[in-house]
């Protein structure tokens, strides 16, 4: 198992189910070059801007969105979010680097204040000393 997997079974494994389902998340405050990441990503989502958000990932990023196959890579990516985008507020609930990876877990809502809409994990590589995304996962705190 990868240290990231690890940490990431690690934290899940710290609450029971009961638990876990009524349990408010406080965001936390991420270092700087973190944080610039999330506010990259809101910025191009809220200007619909495509080839801002592929940028923000790895030549061989992926997005795994619900109900979608994997989008692989900045172009397939790219196509992914044309025409995609809308006011967007991103928040962290916990976050870990070790070298050059790492990852961000947090909640998303349209505006800073609202209730999530759902939730999200980015792992991250640093790329000649920028943080850039591997992969971005969501999904919605509501049931399809």
Known sequence: M??????????????SPQDQANTVVTPITLPPPLARVLTDYENAWKAKDADALANLFTEDGFVLTGGQPPARGRDAIRSLYKGAGGPLSLHAFAYATSGDVGYII??????????????????L????????????????????
């Open 125 to 144: 590589r640093k790329v000649s000393g920028r943080w850039l995304i591997m992969s971005d996962m969501d999904n919605p705190n509501t049931r399809r």
């Open 2 to 15: 990868t240290p990231l997997l690890l940490i990431l079974s690690l934290f899940n494994a710290t609450q």
């Open 106 to 123: 947090g909640g998303f809502s349209s505006e800073p204040g609202v209730a999530d809409r759902g939730k999200f994990t980015l792992t």
